[in-house]
């Protein structure tokens, strides 16, 4: 998933014009739908559609996924990596659990803490609505990656990303049992750890790559997020692209 930030219209002005819209046309399905956070809809009709509104979409396409294998790439000596996991009870508790192994950087370290504190507000204003619905887990995927993005963009959080040329930030929400898989499809849940997971039945986890800036002349950070619900859209990410200014 993706999102755009220009859509352009293109209008048939010839009878051969319209031969090849509806020619396209016939390529269409539902699948090629892809909703922004406008609620407007965009498709990719036909790949050698010429159309601005098409190339837009693929050269967006295309740069999300460059950046994201660039930045999951294990043999990038310049990309750090911090993961970090936080179950959740359900209501406004969550214990943390960074990952062994981590290469943490102070930007990294920086983010993780703005990510926590975001979480925290959202448990604890959402426990408190009047409504009931599970945290983060029931929340829509696209507001959610929408509201992180503005966390990061606030200006507390931008004046620790000096230092960055690109971050990339997945994330994934889901019940335990989802958590971690065997080969065979088994949940990654022992005997010993069964009273925790009754306790903390959601979890949610960030992986955060930074890369360094190899020059000074760009004052923009490049943010990547992937976010992922496993029961919502599992295995297929919404991701949203953006360009942070970073504050004197």
């Known amino acids: 998933m993706w999102i755009g930030n220009t859509i352009t219209s293109f209008e048939p002005s010839t009878e051969k014009d319209r031969e090849v819209v509806i020619q396209s046309l016939d390529h269409y399905s539902e699948d090629d739908d892809t909703v922004t956070d406008t609620g407007r809809t965009l498709s990719s009709v036909a790949d050698h559609h010429d159309s601005p509104t098409f190339m837009n979409v693929n050269e967006d396409e295309e740069s999300i996924s460059f950046i994201e294998k660039m930045m999951k790439d294990p043999e990038n000596g310049q990309v750090s990596r911090y993961q970090n996991t936080y179950f959740m009870d359900g209501g406004n508790r969550f214990i943390s659990l960074p ?70 930030i997945k994330i994934r929400t889901g019940h335990v049992y989802t958590y971690h898989q065997l080969e065979d499809g088994q949940p990654l849940i022992t005997a010993d750890m069964e009273d925790f997971f009754q306790q903390f039945p959601l979890f949610v986890e960030i992986i955060i790559h930074t890369m360094p800036k190899e020059d000074q002349l760009s004052d923009d950070v490049q943010l990547l997020l992937a976010v992922e619900n496993i029961t919502v859209n599992p295995s297929d990410p919404y991701h949203i692209k953006e360009d942070l200014q970073l504050v004197a």
């Open 99 to 168: 990952t062994l192994g981590n290469t943490s950087t102070k930007a990294a370290s920086h983010i993780s803490r703005v990510f926590e504190d975001w979480l925290q507000n959202k448990l604890y204003h959402q426990s408190n609505d009047g409504l009931e619905r599970l945290p983060i887990l029931e929340d829509s995927v696209e507001l959610l990656a929408e509201d992180i993005v503005n966390k990061l963009k606030s200006r507390n959080s931008v004046r620790g990303l000096t230092g960055l040329s690109r971050i990339f």
